[in-house]
């Protein structure tokens, strides 16, 4: 049976090695007028103004968005599951799941199939804008798996069995996989 095509973004499901599984979050400024959408489940870089915002490929990643609250024109407390772009509040802070060695879920993309020896490979982030509706990510992993340089480290597959069919051609694509972030802000010698 295919996999079905279900963006959720990157999912936390605990950390790497056998420490207490947190998926704990920090929180991080949203500077007021922080231009691009952010959606729970969204890689975000930490911007050189002391605030975030949302990663694209090739981008440092701090972590995965879960959230944010701010305070709004009107004065009242929002919690929210995604930041609105261009949003004016002084008090923004996001959710963000930054320890180094967290785990993800995330689903493949359309291109390329997924076969077992991916593991080990490293893949860049596919953004597309996420759903103002469910404030859900539509965040996905590029289908170039290779052993250069890139975002995330792929550990393995998830056990979802409408989504873990590896092989060749079609059937393949869009396998939900586990994945570290390679190219972590924390895990790096220089700031931004």
């Not at 290779?146 to 550990?155: D, L, V």
């Amino acid at each position: 049976m295919a996999n079905i095509n279900a963006k959720f973004g990157l999912r936390p499901i605990g950390k790497l090695g056998s420490a207490v599984n947190s998926t704990g979050t920090t929180e991080y400024d949203i500077l007021t007028g922080t231009t691009g959408s952010i959606f729970t489940g969204d890689p975000v870089k930490m911007v050189n103004t002391g605030g975030i915002a949302v990663a694209a490929a090739g981008d440092l990643l701090l972590g995965v968005f879960q959230g944010c609250r701010y305070t709004d024109s009107a004065g009242d407390v929002i919690y929210s599951s995604y930041w609105p772009t261009t949003t004016a509040s002084a008090d923004a802070v996001a959710f963000v799941v930054d320890d180094p060695d967290a785990l993800f879920e995330v689903q493949s993309a359309a291109t390329g199939s997924v076969v077992q020896t991916v593991v080990g490979l490293n893949a860049d982030i596919v953004y597309t804008a996420g759903s103002t509706t469910t404030g859900r990510s539509n965040v996905d992993l590029s289908g170039t798996m290779a052993t250069g340089t890139a975002q995330c480290r792929i550990i393995g597959f998830s056990n979802d069995p409408e989504n873990n069919a590896l092989g060749t051609g079609s059937l393949s694509t869009y396998v939900n996989m586990i994945v570290k972030i390679n190219e972590h802000l924390y895990a790096q010698t220089t700031g931004v």
